[in-house]
């Protein structure tokens, strides 16, 4: 079982008897320290995707698909072409299939592509992965805590918060799991 | 309304704030759904004892004013089936409904609302009226989120007050006398006096009654609450007060009363009569906007002071009401300083000031009023929810 809070683009869960792709998860905090969690789920039977809301703990029964490790190699009118590792036989997922995880998707990079009934339907990204600082404002001196915050602009386009001791090109870690700065690489 | 009853269901935390959002939420729906079988569910009956005298916490199944009052630690699988479930269930303040009644409620179509927290914040308008979907074929359940736009899922309006209004201005000394009487305190008038009410989380009053010391007015204060009570005498005692009694305090210009518990209305109404009201969390929150009085909102305590962004989304969606920046600005700075502290602690921990909140006091009176009035026309909860449930059923119907 998995708290709502928990799940993340690309992992697949059990509603009734249909099976849903977690294409998007947005996380708010509410009130009294309780929070709530929006997903977009895509039913893998009917393929259509739709909105659904939860508090955050919320419990899923989450299911295990197979999959296998693949190169992301170029995207091309909405269609990102991945890579089979040992086979090198290449697949094509859309934008919706991917989900969240287009803000951490850059080209080369091995992630595990999620199959169901020999079709490949989502991808599930690392827990960390390592992306460039495409611009930020200049680094401050003084601040060292990693506390104070501003935004940076990721070599994807995705914008994330970073400690002010972070400067453009530099290489960082981030938790795809919550959009957040990890340290530097 | 299709729907022939509901189960509201709530579940206490701490202190009285969900009881009596919970409350007021079955009392108005059965003043505006008389035909409908209104219950109460609440995890323990004597917060709500508190708030509606009448009740017998130690009874736990009851009715009073329409409302049917079961005490939910006693639900088990006899007393479901003997109950049965309603039309539509509410997770009052995103409760948790006890497991026996989901098993029930399962076996029939039944409509589940997650009625959530209030909140100013702009996301709320995402997760309003969406569906939850859930593995039992024959629960339906959406999300409802209380705020203060017309996108939102708006706020308990309190019939009795809106009807007492009118006679809580025009009478107003009269029923300031029907307080003050139990401190011997009688008045003619309430020229060159100001009457403010506090209600808060354990904190410091102390450069509070320093600024309100300099004021060329006598002050009544009312302190509601046993944090606030405890609170102030604290910052009474550091101050070298003079105790009048148990439940009266003098410094300088300002009569510190110690208030009994009143009764949900009686309080709302007392909010009308005052000055300004210092208010806590949520229920208290909104009285105050509604009774169109200048407030300070102590926001409920969060981790990691997250209870500032509650503060800040209140906060911009405020200043719409307001005509004067600089006033504005003013309230910003003190709002956000007075909702600074981490934790709850009865010293001073904040850096506050009030002299302005006093100087501005009729800026701030007409934000307020102008909000109130806009939330009392537009925010209606129990409208909004009812009008919700009829389009969720013409939905199922077709």
Redesign the interface.
Known sequence: MKEAQELRAGNTVK??NDLFLVQKM?Y???????S?V?LK?KNLDTGAS??????AA?KFNDIILERRPMQYLYAGNDQYTFMDQETFEQIDLNKDDLGDTLNYLKEQMVIEVVRHEGKAVGVELPVNVELKIDYTEPAVKGDTSGKVLKNAKLETGFEIQVPLYCTTGELIRIDTRTGEFVARA | MHYKSIDIFCHIIDNFGDVGIAYRFAKEFKLAHLSCDVRLFVSDLRPLKGILPVIDSLQTVQEHEGIVFVDSTKLDNILVDALGTADVLVEAMGCEIPEAVMKKAEQRDTLIINLEYLSAEKWIKEYHRKPSLLPQARLKKYFYMPGFTSESGGVIIDSQVEMSRQSLSDDRIKHLNSHLKNFGISLTDTKDTLFGSIFTYARGFDTFLSDIGKIDKTIYLFIFGQKSRESMIQSLHRAQAVIMSDAHYTLKNIQVLIMPFLPQTVYDQFLCLTDFNIVRGEDSFVRAILSGKPFIWNAYLQENIYHRVKVEAFLEMFSNYFNDDIAFKNYSELLLEFNQAAEEQQVQTTRERYDNFFEDLNKINHATREMSYFIRFNCDLVKKLTGFLNQIQMEMVQ
């Open positions: 509603i009734a947005v708010n905090k509410g009130a009294r320290n309780a709530m929006k789920l739709a909105e659904s809301v939860y508090k919320d």
